[in-house]
């Protein structure tokens, strides 16, 4: 969703005294909810009356010690989440899944100690991870290298290479979003000569590269295009604009890479 109303719905619900953290919580659109981390809960209220000044919120997890520091909940009911957790003592994130309609940890769910894992959705039963999944899946700098396809019930040792980056990579990060237009799988990273790359899952497990340049911070999928904002000038939309473009011409069952 545009991070301008996300920005909107965090100003409100601000007004409505959202317990403040030494860091900003994460905040997501969930349904027809708007669900946001507050130290070690995760709470959620009507999105309708947050836009009201009329927020309800209430408590739908609680990972007590652990701060919760993302939730990504799986559509369309956006009751089962993977938490990304910070432990006292422990570097980097735990991850946690998790059901809210009970406030349990989903049996036999996807669970890992503290590391540098990153985690998305890649459906159901499956989710990306840049982690460290066994020998070789982290540089020198203990930066994750590959992102696996990772399915319920099995180890993280045991998952799928889908993409793999050069040694010197920093910040991989898998992104799942369903939005006005599609659902979409992407990863994005810093190579190793220190540019900023986008790469979009496409058809039968293809990584198609961005063409943005060199700078930008990717923001958001939405009605079918990516949205980006540029750090250097990029087809005539100069450095600080927002540029979009289409994602249907990268996805289809031709596209190769």
Not at 17 to 22: E, H, L, N, T
Not at 44 to 59: E, H, I, M, P, S
Not at 103 to 115: L, N, P, R
Request: net charge neutral; charged share 20%; glycine share 12%.
């Amino acid at each position: 969703m545009p991070h301008a109303l996300l920005f909107l719905v965090w100003l409100i619900a601000g007004s409505v005294q959202v317990q403040a953290q030494p860091r900003a919580p994460f905040a997501s659109f969930d349904g027809e909810d708007l669900t946001m981390t507050s130290g070690t809960r995760l709470r959620r209220a009507r999105l309708a009356d947050v836009l009201r000044g009329r927020a309800k919120w209430r408590t739908v997890y609680d990972a007590g010690p652990a701060m919760i520091r993302r939730a990504d909940c799986l559509p369309p009911g956006f009751e089962i989440c993977l938490l990304a957790l910070e432990q006292a003592g422990n570097d980097g994130t735990a991850i946690r899944e998790v059901d809210l309609a009970s406030g349990t940890d989903v049996v036999g769910g996807f669970q890992m100690s503290s590391g540098p894992n990153r985690v998305a959705w890649y459906d159901g039963r499956h989710v990306m991870l840049a982690g460290d999944t066994g020998p070789g899946s982290l540089s020198d700098d203990r930066e994750p290298r590959f992102v696996k396809l990772w399915r319920r019930g099995t180890a993280p040792v045991e998952a799928s290479t889908i993409l793999a980056l050069e040694s010197g990579t920093t910040g991989l990060t898998p992104i799942f979003d369903v939005s006005t237009g599609g659902l979409f799988h992407a990863a994005t990273f810093r190579d190793d000569a220190g540019a900023d790359a986008l790469y979009h899952f496409g058809w039968q497990q293809n990584f198609t590269p961005s063409r943005l340049p060199g700078t930008f911070t990717f923001q958001t999928f939405f009605q079918g295009r990516t949205i980006a904002l540029l750090g250097a000038t990029w087809n005539g939309i100069p450095a600080g604009g927002l540029a979009a473009y289409p994602m249907a011409p990268l996805l289809g069952p031709a596209r190769r890479t």
